[in-house]
């Protein structure tokens, strides 16, 4: 059975799906089918039940909508640069297989789908945290239910934006076209800016937002983001899990057709 065959006969949740590979198209269709996205979908249509049966008057629910929404991207900043791309989690063993999952492989090989979404065990009490809890606080049982369902929605299209930047395309839209350049710059040039990935407004305000002339040298750590052999000795529960011949990522034609250096 060749290749192409054996990948039709695979259920559509076991495949592997390779960004760099895809069209748009295809990409629609391996999202809605994601398990990540389906849950995420569900949990909004159970919020809005929650709505339903414990209202929050128009003032809180306005108030919780626009407050998740303006802070997502602070959120996603923080967590992006000082939790994922810090060291200190793989250096504790109860965390480490944690950070493999949700950064050092997708840095290994961005391109992977199945990597590239969050892991629901991250992923959900984060936004019960940053967008249930501050709901509550403003608008009781419905303003959570308001807010989680907000973050929800927020996290559903991070992700298909996150997608998009991985295609093998270079993008009309001018505004996506520099979305696209600004994070694959993140992924194959420098690892220490750009951590916006959707927005980078908060990259702006700490001055971490750089363009690829503006840093002529390639970060060295920019594929193992400091998981250097060396480090792994010291700290191997990350390697352990890691497979010893994973492949150099492909870079979704970011060599061959760079996207607008624009800020």
Request: charged share 15%; with cysteine.
């Amino acid at each position: 059975m060749t290749t192409a065959a054996t990948e039709r006969a695979t259920p559509f949740w076991r495949r592997a799906h390779h960004l760099d590979r895809m069209t748009l198209r295809q990409l629609a269709f391996a999202y809605v089918q994601h398990h990540a996205i389906l849950a995420y979908l569900a949990l909004v249509a159970a919020s809005v039940v929650v709505f339903a049966r414990h209202p929050a008057g128009a003032a809180p629910t306005i108030a919780t909508i626009g407050l998740v929404v303006l802070a997502y991207p602070l959120i996603w900043y923080v967590l992006h640069r000082w939790v994922l791309h810090c060291n200190w989690m793989f250096k504790t063993r109860l965390l480490a297989s944690v950070w493999k999952r949700i950064h050092y492989d997708h840095h290994r090989d961005p391109n992977h789908l199945e990597i590239l979404f969050g892991a629901l065990y991250t992923t959900l009490p984060t936004l019960l945290l940053v967008a249930a809890v501050p709901g509550w606080l403003v608008g009781g049982t419905g303003g959570a239910a308001a807010g989680f369902a907000t973050g929800l929605l927020c996290t559903c299209a991070y992700e298909f934006f996150h997608c998009i930047q991985h295609l093998p395309y270079k993008p009309r839209v001018t505004w996506l076209a520099t979305m696209k350049a600004r994070h694959m710059e993140h992924h194959f040039h420098d690892e220490t800016g750009n951590f916006g990935i959707t927005n980078f407004t908060w990259d702006r305000v700490f001055g971490t937002l750089y363009r690829r002339s503006q840093r002529p040298a390639k970060s060295p750590t920019v594929f193992n983001l400091g998981y250097t052999d060396a480090v792994a000795e010291r700290y191997p529960w990350v390697a352990g899990r890691s497979h010893p011949t994973q492949p150099r990522p492909r870079t979704a034609g970011y060599t061959a057709r760079p996207s607008p250096d624009r800020s």
